[in-house]
């Protein structure tokens, strides 16, 4: 089965640093979401994108779907201890259809 | 209280075994998800329903069954473990059209 292309798979980064972590398709999804999941949680929604090329953003966070509808991005800025964790895109195809998810982006903030 | 209530949180169980997993919510969300989780990978679907007398297979559903019993609860069945089941289960739940899934704290399943 299809699963989304995550990069990169683990970041190891300094408080105070931003960072960037993008998910890439070989087919269109007409929605693109991004999950936090903190250790013994399900993913939490942090943003949802509906339309070709639209930039969102929630507080640090910004992402964005891109206009080949075939990618999305997830920028954090100014990274805090809070922030460790893993992330995942998801896309839809339809409002019919259930989600595919890439593996993750582990976050980690060094001290 | 949580919107998505997933039950168990743990269970061991032994090859073999009929399980089953139970998701309640309270968001009144028609449409009701089971994906599972295995490490170092993303979620995949196993099934899914839109409402009580709706249920569609997803990527992942041989092994498993499902029920809908009511628009609030939707249960997974395994009805003969296996030990690569052995995974980490989460519900979810959403409103209709493109509306965002949102999920329980998920089971941690494991078969020996």
């Known amino acids: 089965g299809q699963q989304l292309n995550q990069s990169p798979q683990s970041m190891f980064i300094q408080e105070g640093e931003d960072v960037s972590m993008n998910c890439t398709s070989s087919s269109i999804f007409n929605t693109w979401l991004w999950y936090k999941q903190d250790p013994g949680e399900g993913p939490v929604l942090l943003i949802a994108?509906?339309?070709?090329?639209e930039l969102t953003s929630n507080g640090r966070l910004t992402a964005q779907f891109g206009i080949t509808r075939k990618d999305s991005f997830l920028n954090i800025s100014a990274s805090i201890p809070s922030d460790v964790g893993i992330y995942f895109c998801?896309?839809?195809?339809?409002?019919?259809?259930?989600?595919?998810f890439g593996k993750g982006t582990h976050l980690i903030i060094q001290p | 209280d949580a919107d998505v209530t997933q039950t168990p949180r743990n269970r061991i169980t032994k090859t073999g075994k009929r399980i089953m997993l139970e998701c309640s919510q309270t968001k009144g969300h028609d449409r009701m998800y089971w994906y599972r989780q295995d490490p170092g990978l993303g979620l995949r679907l196993i099934y899914y329903s839109f409402d009580v007398k709706d249920i569609n297979k997803g990527e992942i559903s041989d092994g498993y069954s499902v029920s809908r019993q009511a628009q609030a609860k939707f249960s997974l069945s395994l009805e003969s473990a296996i030990p690569n089941q052995t995974a980490l289960y989460f519900c979810a739940t959403s409103d209709s059209g493109y509306q965002p899934q949102h999920f329980g704290d998920g089971t941690r399943l494991s078969i020996l």
């Open positions: 994108l509906y339309k070709a090329g």
């Open positions: 998801a896309g839809q195809k339809g409002g019919a259809d259930g989600l595919t």
